[in-house]
């Protein structure tokens, strides 16, 4: 038997959804990521390669990070944005970017970032998944 729902979480649920604010007016408040947590991905233009340590819904950077993209590059704000350990092949660091750049890497070959090993474990597969000491 389905427990009743708590009205009063429900009502706060609700109302705090409805204060957040909007990338833009006119932006969906639900989005779909196309990538998970763990998955392994290389950017469309730039070709450097990461791994999925946290996703925006839509873009929650500062305007100053969004303003020095160029114009003609520039991301649409009403799409998830992807924090990733990224490896461009000379250094390691962390990237921020949206769904719209970011394809599935497929290469096998793991990402080569000091920061991995803290939050992941690397499977059999070569896949990344969340260590269990992360598990609530």
């Not at 779909?32 to 763990?38: E, K, M, P, Q, T």
Request: proline letters at 7%; charged letters at 25%; zero cysteines.
């Amino acid at each position: 038997m389905d427990q009743p729902r708590n009205s009063k979480t429900s009502a706060s649920s609700l109302s705090r959804a409805a204060s957040l604010p909007r990338a833009n007016g006119d932006a969906p408040r639900i989005t779909h990521a196309r990538f998970r947590i763990g998955d392994q991905v290389s950017h469309r233009q730039f070709g450097f390669r990461g791994v999925v340590f946290d996703i925006d819904p839509v873009f929650a950077n500062s305007e100053e990070w969004y303003e020095a993209i160029p114009e003609a590059m520039r991301p649409s704000r009403d799409q998830p944005f992807y924090h990733l350990f990224a490896d461009n092949g000379e250094s390691s660091y962390v990237a921020y970017v949206s769904q719209q750049n970011l394809l599935s890497d497929e290469t096998g070959e793991p990402v080569d970032h000091p920061a991995i090993d803290a939050l992941f474990e690397r499977r059999a597969d070569g896949r990344y998944a969340l260590g269990a000491h992360r598990w609530h």
